[in-house]
């Protein structure tokens, strides 16, 4: 079992930012597939970043791309997302997940394990 908890929500101006952390315990791998996801009130989920598993290459959404940064610092078991340049239609309940896989995964259906989520909301 992976357990998956994110922090380093909460509310900010627009043009500001944000870093979340996601950190993993128990069965906890390097080689892990790491993601980030998102879902607003009244929307789906949706794809925002992704990393493969052993780190290395990233992909990101297109509404995203330029503004934020997916990485893992694998010493601490952790996966950061840098968020700049936030944008109003960036609130969302954001959530990480992981995937034993060495690919790279941004379909949600794919990953194993899911956090909990963690609350991002920008102003106007």
């Known amino acids: 079992q992976v357990q998956l908890v994110e922090s380093g929500g909460g509310l900010v101006q627009a043009g500001g930012s944000l870093r979340l952390s996601c950190a993993t315990s128990?069965?906890?791998?390097?080689?892990?597939?790491m993601g980030w996801f998102r879902q607003a009130p009244g929307k789906e989920r949706e794809f925002v970043a992704a990393i493969k598993g052993g780190g290395g290459g990233t992909f990101y959404a297109e509404s995203v791309k330029g503004r934020f940064t997916i990485s893992r610092d694998n010493a601490k078991n952790t996966v950061y997302l840098q968020m700049n340049s936030l944008k109003p239609e960036d609130t969302a309940v954001y959530y990480c997940?992981?995937?034993?896989?060495?690919?790279?995964?941004?379909?949600?259906?794919?990953?194993?394990?899911w956090g909990q989520g963690t609350q991002v909301t920008v102003s106007s």
């Open positions: 128990g069965r906890t791998s390097n080689t892990y597939a």
């Open positions: 997940a992981a995937a034993f896989s060495f690919g790279m995964i941004v379909r949600g259906r794919d990953y194993d394990y």
